[in-house]
């Protein structure tokens, strides 16, 4: 069974940073494409980034230059990087492999 488990989100400053982490279990991460999703309130849901099987990624232009994809498939994670974060990036975020998603992780952006 497909299981993912996020982590990671919190409240930032905007400039900030944070990490985020999604447990992987039922399956590999390293022989599959996997993304991360947001959904802002009020708002349809938003591809943020992906990673092919083949270790390619991919970002939205609202993304590009701040984020960044990685996985890790000794410990069966995968990972967003979130740096120079604004408000604009306030959403819940979930990692999911097609057809599957996570619970999410909340991340606001205020000062």
């Known amino acids: 069974e497909v299981e993912l488990v996020e982590s990671g989100g919190g409240l930032v400053q905007p400039g900030g940073s944070l990490t985020l982490s999604c447990a992987a279990s039922?399956?590999?991460?390293?022989?599959?494409?996997m993304s991360w999703v947001r959904q802002a309130p009020g708002k349809e849901i938003e591809w943020v980034s992906g990673?092919?099987?083949?270790?390619?990624?991919g970002y939205a232009d609202s993304v590009k230059g701040r984020f960044t994809i990685s996985r890790d498939g000794t410990k069966n994670m995968l990972y967003l990087q979130m740096n120079s974060l604004k408000p604009d990036d306030t959403a819940l975020y979930y990692c999911?492999?097609?057809?599957?998603r996570g619970q999410g992780t909340q991340v606001t952006v205020s000062s």
């Open positions: 999911a492999k097609y057809p599957t």
């Open positions: 039922g399956f590999s991460v390293s022989n599959t494409g």
């Open positions: 990673i092919n099987k083949e270790g390619g990624t």
